[in-house]
C-alpha cells in the first residue's frame, strides 16, 4: 500500500493506489457503512451469512440432552460497480508547480460527489439508501419539534438495532438548527452558536450532505449496512495521448454496499 508523506495536498502519483479512507475520508459510505472485503469485477458477490433469528435458548435440566435450535440462516450479498474518470491535461499545463495537485483534488471531489449520490439517491445497481424497499417511513413532522425523529430512533431500536448515525440536508439541517427552547425563548435549542462544535442529535452524530433531498433525514444503523471498497487506483500517462502532447490522469473505485435489514433504516420528512 503506498503512503503519502507529503506536506502539501495530495497529488496523483504514478501507478499507485489509496485506500478509500486515505484520499476520500468524506465519502459518505466511508462513515455510515460498515466495510467487509473488497472484490474485483462486476459478476463477483461478496455473500455475507447472517441469522434471520437469533437461536432459541432455555433453561436445561441437569444430565439431560441440549436440545438443537433451528436457528435460520440467510445471506446478503453485495455486488459492486467501478466509478471511473480520465482527465486529459496538456502537457504545458501540467509542467507548472501545483497544476498535479489542483487535478487530483478536483477528480477527488468528483468521485467523492458520484459515490455519496449513489449511495443514497441511485435508482438500482446498486439501489440507493432513500429507494431500497422496506425502509421504514417515520413519517412528516415539521421544524418545531423533534418527536417523529425520536419515534424513529425508538423503532430502529424496536427492529433491534441502533441508530449510529443521522443523515439529512443542509436546509434541514438549519431549520433544526434554529429551533428555540420555547415559543417566547430566544436560547437556541441545540444551544448557542459556540456550543455547536460538532452535530449531533440525541448524541447521534448528524452528517449534512447537499445531495440528500431537501427536506430528507435518513437516521440509521451502519453496523447494518455493509460495504466492498476496493482500493482507489490512480495513475497517469504519457504513452497514450502521446500524438496530442498530453497527459491522462485516471482515477478508479469500485464499491458496493446493502442493508441486512431494510427496516432498520428510517426515512423522515422535513417542513422546512
Known amino acids: 500500500m503506498v503512503q503519502l ?28 457503512t460498515t466495510p467487509t472485503v473488497p472484490i474485483e469485477g ?14 432459541t435458548v432455555g433453561f436445561v435440566p441437569e444430565g439431560t440432552e441440549i436440545p438443537a435450535s433451528d436457528t435460520q440462516l440467510s445471506e446478503l450479498l453485495v455486488s459492486t460497480r ?24 478536483s477528480m477527488r471531489r468528483a468521485v467523492t460527489i458520484k459515490a455519496d449520490n449513489a449511495l443514497l439517491n441511485n435508482p438500482d445497481n446498486p439501489t440507493g439508501l432513500l429507494n431500497i ?28 438495532a441502533t441508530t449510529t448515525n443521522i443523515v439529512m440536508d443542509p436546509a434541514s439541517w438549519g431549520a433544526l438548527r434554529n429551533l428555540k427552547t420555547g415559543k417566547d425563548s430566544a436560547q437556541l435549542l441545540l444551544g448557542n452558536p459556540a456550543e455547536q462544535t460538532s452535530k449531533q442529535l440525541f448524541g447521534i452524530p448528524v452528517t449534512v450532505s447537499n445531495l440528500m433531498p431537501t427536506g430528507t433525514i435518513l437516521a440509521l444503523d451502519k453496523n447494518d449496512i455493509l460495504s466492498s471498497l476496493g482500493d482507489i487506483q490512480v495513475a497517469k500517462s504519457t504513452d497514450a495521448a502521446f500524438t496530442r502532447d498530453q497527459v491522462l490522469y485516471r482515477v ?21
Open 133 to 160: 424497499t422496506g425502509i421504514t417511513d417515520a413519517g412528516a413532522m415539521n421544524a418545531a419539534d423533534l418527536d417523529v425523529l425520536s419515534d424513529a430512533i425508538t423503532t430502529i431500536e424496536t427492529h433491534g
Open 82 to 105: 467501478k466509478l471511473a474518470v480520465l482527465q486529459p491535461i496538456s502537457r504545458e499545463a501540467v509542467s507548472y508547480a501545483g497544476t498535479e495537485s489542483i487535478i487530483s483534488n
Open 252 to 272: 478508479m473505485w469500485r464499491f458496493g454496499f446493502a442493508p441486512i435489514h431494510p427496516e432498520r433504516i428510517a426515512k423522515i420528512t422535513l417542513t422546512v
Open 42 to 55: 462486476d459478476q463477483p458477490v461478496v455473500r455475507i451469512p447472517y441469522v434471520t433469528e437469533d437461536p
Open 5 to 32: 508523506t507529503t506536506n502539501g495536498p495530495k497529488a496523483l502519483y504514478p501507478d499507485a493506489t489509496f485506500t478509500p479512507a486515505d484520499i476520500v475520508p468524506d465519502a459518505l459510505i466511508n462513515q455510515i
